[in-house]
């Protein structure tokens, strides 16, 4: 440790140690990102401005709305976006009288 020439040594495991645990960490910050759009949901009840702009976001970033599985889960640390679109369009749980999960109303 204390020979200068370790420098580049370390780098390349500390490289191979970020290799190796992206997909747990975008896996975690994936579902924090699912929670929020999911609270978003429950706190506004605006399914359609959440999904539209989604796809304005997609847009203009010009990401793949559908990428491979594989891609999604090793470099992803949101969900993709035709994911987050569909989630918008389809969670209502308020429809069914049942209560929100994240955003608890007094």
Do not use: C
């Not at 140690?17 to 609270?39: K, T």
């Not at 959440?50 to 559908?66: G, I, L, M, R």
């Amino acid at each position: 440790m204390d020979d200068p020439a370790a420098l580049p040594w370390l780098f390349d495991h500390r490289r191979g140690a970020e290799l190796l645990f992206s997909p747990i960490y975008s896996s975690y910050s994936r579902h924090i990102e699912h929670q929020a759009d999911q609270f978003a949901l429950e706190l506004t009840h605006l399914n359609e401005a959440a999904a539209t702009s989604e796809v304005k976001f997609a847009e203009d970033s010009k990401v793949d709305p559908s990428p491979n599985r594989f891609i999604e889960l090793w470099r992803y640390s949101h969900p993709a976006a035709q994911k987050r679109i569909d989630f918008a369009l389809q969670y209502r749980p308020w429809e069914k009288g049942k209560p929100n999960e994240l955003w608890l109303s007094k």
